[in-house]
């Protein structure tokens, strides 16, 4: 399932959402960084496996990934017997996506802005996810409100994210090639209080951050065998780890 090129109603109505992702398709029409390639590593089990115990999802449920990229996480709500749905801005990476997901028929991949997700969508979703996503955007009230609006009543989303306080991210942005911070900044949006503010205005409930892990991803994928990630973790400081855990969940209407 498409939604046509040119129909953008969130760009119509803001220069700023149309700059952006028209930034977005460009960078990743020249560029597929190989930290998204679909494999099946230790560092991707470390974050959906996260991500799934956040969320409590059940088998049987319906997924929304948002900025799905070529489906390294998507493919396991797939498998894990989920109905899942999938939306990705880049018509590059939903291309991927597509073929990656042909083992599973019935998923559907959506190329799109989130904000634009056609409204027969609303309120069918279990669970609303997202992997490193949510530094990307640049309307991120107007992007929690939107995803709030997908959730089922009592649903959940869950986001796996950089954290902004772990020094390193600076040193990565700056030294690896392709990485440009004005596609990065955005992580020091998600501070805690920051977090919290915009949850609440967009009408979600139970805003939680947790943080977790230790090691970049090719160390992580190198030791896992070895079996120190965890210890290392635990001896890391919890305000330092490098990936946060952000999960929330849509009011009941009786609430």
Same mark, same amino acid.
């Given at each position: 399932?498409?939604?046509?090129?040119?129909?953008?109603?969130?760009?119509?109505?803001?220069?700023?959402?149309?700059?952006?992702?028209?930034g977005q398709r460009d960078y990743y029409a020249r560029r597929k960084p190989v930290r998204m390639d679909v494999t099946d590593s230790a560092y991707v089990r470390l974050h959906f496996n996260h991500a799934l115990a956040a969320s409590g999802l059940q088998r049987g449920e319906t997924?929304?990934?948002?900025?799905? =990229?070529?489906?390294?996480?998507?493919?396991?709500?797939? +498998?894990? %017997?989920?109905?899942?749905?999938? *939306? &990705?801005?880049?018509?590059a990476l939903a291309a991927d996506c597509r073929q990656h997901l042909a083992p599973w028929p019935a998923a559907k991949v959506l190329t799109a802005d989130l904000l634009d997700a056609p409204e027969l969508?609303?309120?069918?979703?279990?669970?609303?996810?997202?992997?490193?996503?949510?530094?990307?955007?640049?309307?991120l009230d107007r992007h929690l409100a939107a995803i709030n609006a997908l959730l089922k009543p009592g649903g959940r989303c869950v986001f796996v994210e950089p954290n902004p306080w772990n020094p390193?991210?600076?040193?990565?942005?700056t030294c690896t090639p392709g990485m440009?911070?004005?596609?990065?900044?955005?992580?020091?949006?998600? =501070?805690?209080g920051n977090l919290r503010r915009l949850a609440t +205005?967009? %009408?979600?409930?139970?805003?939680? *951050? &947790?943080?977790?892990?230790?090691?970049?991803?090719?160390l992580h994928n190198q030791l896992d065998r070895s079996g120190v990630n965890p210890w290392l973790e635990k001896l890391t400081p919890r305000g330092l780890r490098p990936f946060q855990l952000i999960t929330a969940r849509r009011p009941n209407p009786d609430e």
């Open positions: 399932m498409n939604v046509p090129s040119q129909q953008h109603p969130a760009e119509q109505d803001s220069p700023e959402i149309r700059e952006h992702n028209a997924v929304l990934e948002v900025g799905a =990229g070529m489906g390294r996480f998507t493919r396991r709500f797939a +498998a894990g %017997g989920n109905e899942v749905t999938a *939306v &990705e801005l880049s018509p969508l609303r309120q069918q979703f279990d669970v609303v996810a997202g992997f490193f996503m949510l530094h990307h955007l640049t309307c390193l991210y600076a040193v990565q942005i440009r911070w004005s596609e990065e900044v955005g992580i020091y949006n998600l =501070g805690h +205005a967009a %009408g979600l409930a139970d805003l939680k *951050v &947790e943080r977790y892990g230790c090691l970049p991803r090719w």
